[in-house]
């Protein structure tokens, strides 16, 4: 029986790549000149530290250009409110999507039975295996996910016949 599974992961390596362009470009810009701007990434959370709130925006603006850039979605964080640091500057977490949360596997679940799909869908863990007769109605699944609006990227792998 044909299956697929929906994931949602994010490459930390990537991730790593796109924060070290951020701060090449932060020493490199006129703006951010004698500013003490940092980014720092500790297992699925990114602390951007600012000197003010706008150079904070423009931190956040510049993550999230870069990881664009290295094919990732920007989906992929979850950007907590700014808070007030040390001294002057700002601190802004954010969290990297890992997995698929239970409301939103159910939301996708929910979508893909209420469109009369032939599949069948079950939860496993932090991901979705769906499976059906036929290639065509995992592709039309495939097709219902992508239209959805969600939160968070979708991946779609392990195709297997």
Same mark, same amino acid.
């Given at each position: 029986?044909?299956?697929?599974?929906?994931?949602?992961?994010?490459?930390?390596?990537?991730?790593?790549?796109?924060?070290?362009?951020?701060?090449?470009?932060?020493?490199?810009?006129?703006?951010?000149?004698?500013?003490?701007?940092?980014?720092?990434?500790?297992?699925?959370?990114?602390?951007?530290?600012?000197?003010?709130?706008?150079?904070?925006? *423009?931190?956040? %603006? @510049?993550?999230?250009?870069?990881?664009? /850039?290295?094919? +990732?979605?920007?989906?992929?964080?979850?950007? $907590?409110?700014?808070?007030?640091?040390?001294?002057?500057?700002?601190?802004?977490?954010?969290?990297?999507?890992?997995?698929?949360?239970?409301?939103?596997?159910?939301?996708?679940?929910?979508?893909?039975?209420?469109?009369?799909?032939?599949?069948?869908?079950?939860? *496993?863990?932090? %991901? @979705?295996?769906?499976?059906?007769?036929? /290639?065509?109605? +995992?592709?039309?699944?495939?097709?219902?996910? $992508?239209?959805?609006?969600?939160?968070?990227?979708?991946?779609?792998?392990?195709?297997?016949?």
């Amino acid at each position: 029986m044909p299956s697929f599974d929906i994931v949602s992961k994010t490459d930390l390596m990537e991730v790593d790549n796109a924060i070290n362009n951020v701060l090449r470009e932060v020493k490199t810009r006129f703006d951010f000149k004698g500013s003490k701007c940092s980014l720092e990434r500790t297992k699925d959370t990114i602390t951007l530290i600012a000197d003010d709130d706008l150079k904070l925006r *423009q931190l956040v %603006e @510049l993550l999230k250009v870069n990881i664009n /850039r290295r094919n +990732l979605d920007h989906r992929c964080l979850d950007l $907590k409110p700014a808070e007030r640091a040390t001294g002057e500057s700002m601190r802004q977490i954010a969290v990297i999507k890992q997995g698929i949360s239970n409301e939103i596997a159910k939301d996708i679940s929910k979508e893909i039975r209420n469109s009369k799909i032939k599949v069948q869908v079950s939860i *496993q863990g932090d %991901e @979705l295996r769906i499976s059906g007769k036929k /290639r065509d109605d +995992l592709q039309q699944a495939i097709a219902l996910a $992508k239209k959805l609006e969600l939160d968070q990227p979708l991946q779609f792998v392990n195709m297997r016949d």
